[in-house]
């Protein structure tokens, strides 16, 4: 039977040939695409936390906004300053918005790609060469067109979509990223303010000690003049005095270069950071954490592990990518041109010329290339999957070491508080004492001595606990809700 259309048969002629080659190809790979479908991994994880926090609260630790519950509106302002001025995070917000556009660019593979053509020429014959040159040569000749050019490489393999697949993979890792640098700012701008409170508390004890130390040296000098005791205690009492004050300008130093740390992560210079903070306030404190998840839900929470699994599929599916270079790509191509040589002419129906077709290309010999290619792929994908499981360990890791942290640093606690409170008796009884001539002057350096050590060990421990809390907070992958990081995501 006659085909109605001429072109209908030379079609189906120049494509029979390569039709059958990808039925051959598509019927030995069973219909599936290039690469290997990517399965979720499966780890090993204890059942329980070998650390606990010993708590008489009931329910499990809230880690969403953890930082109210410090109930600390500095610690809260300087925190919604940190979310919206931080440099670091803002370029992480824009690596989130690369990898958006990425994968819109891997998407427009599966489609047609259609370009317009058009130009102008005048071109003049030879008079000495070939024909033009018995026919007279010389003819000058001006050609008008505009046209447009389709090309479309069929995804039969799945190449193209295994590289959407990568893409999308790689997006999620991406906005993963994005959600563990804002934890990790989160919790470095609240351990910077705590440093601050802690510096501060520590700068009000070393004033008071130093205070106490006068009254020492006053003390002393009044016993000297009346006699009673020799100049060599008056020299001990300003030795003492003078190391306590020497202490004071290193907590300060401390404090101005952790206030300059805070200053960067909040986007800002140190004046405009220390008006935040304020007037000194006492170390804050969340209250006693409740009963922690289990190892497997940190998996879920923590960004970190997200993006590493994320990132295992995205190079999962590179293999793919590559190995659909082992086999024909098949394409339709087509033109449609308006061609004259008077450019009046152009858009008449005797200007069009067109042409369309398929068309495939196979690397045959390539010295072992694609193969190469392929397994640099498995290699790296074996990579990302270690990277993954070591991933994984540290979390685990974190969460122990700062559970650990909290219930051996409230123990000290506990210790270093009761010896604040001895140590503070004992210098008053002390130097009691000494105005009646009952000990020397030793007694009285030794006891302010261990005063200012161990009242100094209070301030610090108390923002240890509080710093332990930040990194448990960290650790379990708090932060904002999902709702709110997939808000400040669409901005």
């Not at 191509?333 to 290309?361: C, H, K, M």
Request: charged share 25%; proline share 3%; hydrophobic share 40%.
């Amino acid at each position: 039977m006659q085909l109605p259309f001429d072109w209908n048969r030379i079609f189906f002629t120049a494509l029979s040939r390569g039709v059958i080659t990808l039925i051959s190809l598509v019927s030995l790979a069973g219909c599936k695409f290039a690469g290997v479908d990517y399965e979720p991994p499966q780890v090993d994880l204890p059942d329980a936390w070998n650390a606990r926090i010993v708590s008489s609260q009931a329910g499990l630790l809230a880690v969403d906004k953890w930082w109210e519950r410090f109930e600390d509106e500095t610690l809260d302002a300087l925190i919604d300053t940190a979310i919206d001025e931080n440099r670091s995070l803002a370029i992480a917000y824009e690596r989130v918005v690369q990898a958006r556009l990425a994968r819109t660019i891997s998407n427009s593979g599966l489609f047609p790609k259609i370009g317009g053509t058009g130009g102008f020429s005048r071109e003049r014959t030879s008079e000495n060469v070939g024909l033009s040159a018995s026919a007279g040569g010389g003819a000058t000749n001006s050609f008008y067109s505009v046209g447009t050019v389709l090309t479309w490489e069929l995804d039969l393999l799945g190449g193209v979509r295994r590289s959407i697949e990568s893409a999308d993979a790689s997006l999620q890792a991406t906005e993963e990223n994005y959600r563990d640098f804002m934890v990790l700012l989160i919790s470095e701008v609240a351990r910077s303010y705590l440093d601050i409170c802690t510096l501060e508390e520590r700068i009000k004890l070393a004033r008071q000690n130093t205070e106490n130390q006068k009254g020492s040296l006053k003390l002393a000098n009044d016993r000297f003049d009346a006699g009673l005791v020799p100049r060599q205690d008056i020299t001990q009492a300003q030795t003492n005095l003078a190391d306590t004050q020497a202490f004071l300008p290193q907590l300060r130093q401390q404090r101005i270069a952790t206030l300059n740390r805070l200053s960067i992560l909040l986007g800002g210079y140190a004046a405009e950071t220390e008006q935040l903070i304020g007037q000194h306030k006492v170390i804050p404190m969340p209250p006693e954490g409740s009963e922690i998840e289990t190892p497997a839900d940190v998996l879920r929470a923590r960004p970190d592990v997200r993006a590493a699994e994320r990132q295992l599929a995205a190079q999962t599916a590179r293999i793919g990518v590559a190995e659909a270079d082992l086999y024909p790509r098949f394409a339709l191509n087509g033109n449609l041109t308006l061609l004259a040589n008077e450019s009046g002419d152009v858009f008449e129906t005797g200007s069009r010329a067109y042409g369309f077709g398929p068309a495939f290309r196979w690397n045959l010999f390539n010295m072992g290339r694609v193969r190469s290619l392929i397994d640099i792929e498995e290699s790296r994908t074996r990579e990302a999957y270690l990277a993954y499981e070591n991933t994984v360990l540290e979390a685990v890791q974190e969460v122990e070491t700062s559970m650990s942290a909290i219930a051996n640093e409230r123990d000290r606690l506990v210790s270093v508080k009761l010896g604040a409170e001895s140590a503070k008796e004992t210098v008053f009884l002390v130097k009691e004492n000494y105005s009646k001539g009952l000990v020397d002057f030793q007694n009285v350096l030794d006891a302010e001595r261990t005063a200012t050590r161990v009242e100094d060990n209070y301030a610090v421990s108390q923002g240890l606990i509080a710093k332990a809390y930040v990194s448990l907070y960290s650790a379990l992958g708090g932060g904002f809700s999902e709702e709110s990081i997939q808000s400040a995501l669409k901005k």
